[in-house]
């Protein structure tokens, strides 16, 4: 008498790659939203007519705004180059040149995104998980550093890679963005260099544990 074996799970492929297509289509759609209008007047019913796409597809994907708020935000990185890997201290001057064209290429979506509740809440969360990135390359280069001193060092030199700041280079004074990227890199080249020199200027170094030596010393003066 034969044993017959267990059917094995069916696997799609093909159904996939037709799920990810569905996905890159609805955050291709709010894109063209988002370069015109507001995060807040966008709501899923909405995706779904500009996707082309039934309702019910796209709660499958994200079943909320804050689901398809931060799927849109992390999709974005890459395109302007947020998620890019951090080089060494003294190559920070480097970073510019690699996101500021990347910002240019999404000017018009990033410009109508910032400043806008949503856009802040996510940058701010972004941060947050991004500091650890920026402070450890600042600790492997300098580590006799102050952890308060290299918080506040990777905030000065992290502003300077933002969007924020191209944008205020570019649309509040007037540089062109070839002057937007060499006084980035100016800016965060001359940071990192101040911070190998003197870095007394964000506060000063936590008092060390006393030693017993020091203890003693102190209790006979």
């Given at each position: 008498?034969?044993?017959?074996?267990?059917?094995?799970?069916?696997?799609?492929?093909?159904?996939?790659?037709?799920?990810?297509?569905?996905?890159?289509?609805?955050?291709?759609?709010?894109?063209?939203?988002?370069?015109?209008?507001?995060?807040?007047?966008?709501?899923?019913?909405?995706?779904?007519?500009?996707?082309?796409?039934?309702?019910?597809?796209?709660?499958?994907?994200?079943?909320?705004?804050?689901?398809?708020?931060?799927?849109?935000?992390?999709?974005?990185?890459?395109?302007?180059?947020?998620?890019?890997?951090?080089?060494?201290?003294?190559?920070?001057?480097?970073?510019?040149?690699?996101?500021?064209?990347?910002?240019?290429?999404?000017?018009?979506?990033?410009?109508?995104?910032?400043?806008?509740?949503?856009?802040?809440?996510?940058?701010?969360?972004?941060?947050?998980?991004?500091?650890?990135?920026?402070?450890?390359?600042i600790r492997k280069s300098l580590p006799g550093l102050a952890p308060r001193?290299?918080?506040?060092?990777?905030?000065?030199?992290?502003?300077?890679?933002?969007?924020?700041?191209?944008?205020?280079?570019?649309?509040?004074?007037?540089?062109?963005?070839?002057?937007?990227?060499?006084?980035?890199q100016w800016a965060m080249e001359a940071l990192a260099a101040s911070l190998?020199?003197?870095?007394?200027?964000?506060?000063?170094?936590?008092?060390?544990?006393?030693?017993?030596?020091?203890?003693?010393?102190?209790a006979s003066s």
């Amino acid at each position: 008498m034969s044993v017959k074996s267990k059917p094995r799970p069916y696997h799609s492929n093909l159904r996939d790659a037709q799920s990810a297509q569905t996905r890159e289509r609805i955050l291709m759609a709010a894109k063209r939203f988002l370069e015109t209008d507001d995060f807040e007047k966008l709501t899923l019913r909405r995706i779904a007519e500009l996707a082309d796409v039934s309702a019910p597809t796209v709660y499958a994907h994200f079943p909320t705004m804050d689901d398809l708020s931060r799927a849109f935000f992390f999709w974005l990185k890459p395109h302007i180059g947020t998620d890019l890997a951090l080089p060494a201290l003294d190559a920070f001057a480097s970073i510019p040149a690699q996101v500021y064209p990347r910002y240019a290429a999404q000017g018009r979506l990033l410009r109508n995104l910032m400043n806008t509740p949503a856009w802040d809440r996510l940058r701010r969360d972004d941060w947050a998980a991004k500091q650890d990135g920026w402070t450890a390359a600042i600790r492997k280069s300098l580590p006799g550093l102050a952890p308060r001193q290299i918080e506040r060092a990777a905030i000065a030199l992290a502003a300077f890679s933002t969007p924020s700041v191209w944008r205020w280079l570019l649309d509040i004074t007037g540089c062109s963005e070839a002057e937007a990227e060499l006084i980035a890199q100016w800016a965060m080249e001359a940071l990192a260099a101040s911070l190998q020199r003197d870095p007394s200027g964000l506060g000063p170094k936590e008092p060390k544990h006393p030693t017993p030596a020091t203890r003693k010393q102190g209790a006979s003066s």
